[in-house]
């Protein structure tokens, strides 16, 4: 049972935040009740602080915690799972004031950053010092480092240089009691102690919240090479990513994107893609190694069945490629009155099973099902267009996504690449950790919090 906002804690935040950070007004709370979810419910909170320092993070949750109501922190709000959403009202705690780099050391190849800072902004000052910050969600330009932290991000590149796990060192984290502890090192190793800083990653503001980051850098690649190839059926694209990946050939960018998804987005931009199912690829690295992966690469696209392959020459060229691809959630949620997009994945080797059995579970359910994603490392957007003012044709999509998941599990999948579990999966989580993971993630979550006062409701089934 959770408490509203007594008006004693209600003042005493009032102080500790100054004019304009701190809100009531039913208007402002309504923005901060929802986030990029289709499938979660929403819900506004009682209030909205937007903190800038640690001192006012650790103060709210100090109270919140004796007073015994909810506190939901929340980045820019781009998670497709719900994770942001204060389902049990309480204040909502807004990080994307405290948005400063603090330290980029070109010595060491780190950075310190605060979680309000937007990821594309932070790629873009590393790269001007010749630096390399790899993880990049389809929602860069808008999603902050905290979100991405929280939430596990990982995005295209990730076939190579992987997801934001690895690339945080360290984190200044707030607990629930609103004390502060600091996890991880500057240093590459550190094994003192449990690994509390991969802990935290991926815990969706669950266990704590980070208030400073530590992550790691590489040198910027010197060459890039990027490529679009045609295939005449989905299953015959995803059968060249197998291949490639089967060739030993790891590109910085392997995107699947069936014909569905590729009209729609065809619709929305007029970017003179080809009507067919696309690969996307891009290799990185000197520039011998850059060409020569692109041309082993093309070689084997044509092999498989690629009715054409072009090349990127300009950047003009690559960014009009590239705004497609990140404009595909965009204009396939365009189709349909609402979309449920499921974020699965699966062995690289089994993407070609993944693709035919979600043509086959398409055609029996009548459902229009479209993919598009990170085929390079198996992690694949599954949308699945539906209509919730229709509860007939609304059920038989959850029936169709209880499918996908079991599809999934069934090639050695999980539920969820890098979105995350949220509110979207909570209820299907047992189906993948089991019974006894469920309760030592409850007994996790009882250590660090209690009194279950901070993001109540995510990633357990209540």
Same mark, same amino acid.
């Given at each position: &049972?959770?408490? &509203?906002?007594?008006?004693?804690?209600?003042?005493?935040?009032?102080?500790?935040?100054?004019?304009?950070?701190?809100?009531?007004?039913?208007?402002?709370?309504?923005?901060?009740?929802?986030?990029?979810?289709?499938?979660?419910?929403?819900?506004?909170?009682?209030?909205?602080?937007?903190?800038?320092?640690?001192?006012?993070?650790?103060?709210?949750?100090?109270?919140?915690?004796?007073?015994?109501?909810?506190?939901?922190?929340?980045?820019?709000?781009?998670?497709?799972?719900?994770?942001?959403?204060?389902?049990?009202?309480?204040?909502?705690?807004?990080?994307?004031?405290?948005?400063?780099?603090?330290?980029?050391?070109?010595?060491?190849?780190?950075?310190?950053?605060?979680?309000?800072?937007?990821?594309?902004?932070?790629?873009?000052?590393?790269?001007?010092?010749?630096?390399?910050?790899?993880?990049?969600?389809?929602?860069?330009?808008?999603?902050?480092?905290?979100?991405?932290?929280?939430?596990?991000?990982?995005?295209?590149?990730?076939?190579?240089?992987?997801?934001?796990?690895?690339?945080?060192?360290?984190?200044?984290?707030?607990?629930?009691?609103?004390?502060?502890?600091?996890?991880?090192?500057?240093?590459?190793?550190?094994?003192?102690?449990?690994?509390?800083?991969?802990?935290?990653?991926?815990?969706?503001?669950?266990?704590?919240?980070?208030?400073?980051?530590?992550?790691?850098?590489?040198?910027?690649?010197?060459?890039?090479?990027?490529?679009?190839?045609?295939?005449?059926?989905?299953?015959?694209?995803?059968?060249?990513?197998?291949?490639?990946?089967?060739?030993?050939?790891?590109? +910085?960018?392997?995107?699947?994107?069936?014909?569905?998804?590729?009209?729609?987005?065809?619709?929305?931009?007029?970017?003179?893609?080809?009507?067919?199912?696309?690969?996307?690829?891009?290799?990185?690295?000197?520039?011998?190694?850059?060409?020569?992966?692109?041309?082993?690469?093309?070689?084997?696209?044509?092999?498989?069945?690629?009715?054409?392959?072009?090349?990127?020459?300009?950047?003009?060229?690559?960014?009009?490629?590239?705004?497609?691809?990140?404009? &595909?959630?965009?204009?396939?949620?365009?189709?349909?009155?609402?979309?449920?997009?499921?974020?699965?994945?699966?062995?690289?080797?089994?993407?070609?099973?993944?693709?035919?059995?979600?043509?086959?579970?398409?055609?029996? +359910?009548?459902?229009?099902?479209?993919?598009?994603?990170?085929?390079?490392?198996?992690?694949?957007?599954?949308?699945?267009?539906?209509?919730?003012?229709?509860?007939?044709?609304?059920?038989?999509?959850?029936?169709?996504?209880?499918?996908?998941?079991?599809?999934?599990?069934?090639?050695?999948?999980?539920?969820?690449?890098?979105?995350?579990?949220?509110?979207?999966?909570?209820?299907?989580?047992?189906?993948?950790?089991?019974?006894?993971?469920?309760?030592?993630?409850?007994?996790?979550?009882?250590?660090?919090?209690?009194?279950?006062?901070?993001?109540?409701?995510?990633?357990?089934?209540?």
């Amino acid at each position: &049972m959770y408490l &509203m906002i007594p008006n004693d804690a209600r003042k005493l935040l009032e102080r500790l935040y100054p004019s304009g950070a701190w809100t009531c007004q039913p208007e402002d709370l309504v923005a901060y009740g929802f986030d990029a979810a289709a499938a979660a419910p929403e819900h506004a909170p009682e209030a909205v602080g937007f903190p800038t320092t640690v001192d006012q993070v650790s103060a709210s949750m100090r109270l919140a915690n004796e007073y015994r109501f909810p506190v939901t922190p929340r980045g820019a709000g781009t998670g497709a799972v719900g994770a942001s959403v204060p389902i049990h009202g309480g204040m909502a705690l807004i990080l994307t004031r405290m948005n400063r780099i603090l330290e980029i050391d070109t010595n060491n190849l780190t950075a310190l950053v605060e979680p309000g800072l937007v990821t594309g902004k932070f790629q873009e000052e590393v790269e001007k010092l010749g630096l390399f910050y790899p993880p990049d969600p389809a929602s860069l330009h808008v999603s902050t480092l905290g979100g991405n932290v929280a939430m596990g991000s990982g995005g295209p590149r990730a076939v190579k240089y992987g997801v934001t796990r690895d690339y945080v060192l360290g984190m200044e984290v707030v607990l629930p009691d609103g004390s502060v502890i600091n996890t991880g090192a500057k240093t590459i190793k550190s094994v003192v102690g449990y690994d509390l800083t991969r802990l935290m990653v991926g815990s969706e503001g669950t266990l704590g919240i980070a208030t400073k980051i530590r992550l790691r850098l590489i040198p910027k690649p010197v060459a890039l090479r990027t490529a679009v190839a045609s295939f005449a059926q989905v299953s015959d694209a995803a059968r060249a990513v197998a291949a490639i990946i089967g060739a030993r050939i790891i590109p +910085s960018v392997l995107e699947l994107m069936d014909r569905g998804s590729v009209r729609a987005v065809e619709k929305l931009l007029k970017t003179g893609l080809p009507d067919a199912s696309l690969l996307l690829i891009e290799t990185d690295g000197s520039e011998r190694q850059a060409t020569e992966e692109m041309a082993m690469i093309e070689t084997i696209l044509r092999e498989r069945g690629a009715e054409g392959v072009r090349t990127a020459s300009t950047l003009e060229d690559r960014a009009l490629l590239w705004k497609a691809r990140r404009s &595909m959630s965009q204009a396939t949620s365009m189709l349909a009155p609402d979309k449920i997009n499921e974020d699965v994945a699966v062995p690289r080797s089994r993407i070609p099973d993944l693709v035919a059995r979600l043509e086959e579970l398409s055609e029996r +359910s009548g459902v229009t099902i479209l993919s598009f994603g990170h085929a390079g490392d198996g992690n694949m957007h599954v949308n699945i267009l539906t209509d919730k003012s229709d509860p007939q044709r609304y059920t038989i999509a959850q029936e169709v996504v209880e499918e996908v998941f079991r599809i999934t599990l069934e090639l050695g999948g999980t539920l969820s690449g890098e979105h995350g579990i949220g509110l979207a999966k909570a209820k299907y989580i047992e189906s993948e950790i089991g019974e006894r993971g469920v309760e030592i993630t409850r007994a996790i979550k009882k250590l660090f919090d209690p009194n279950n006062i901070l993001n109540p409701g995510k990633i357990i089934p209540e």
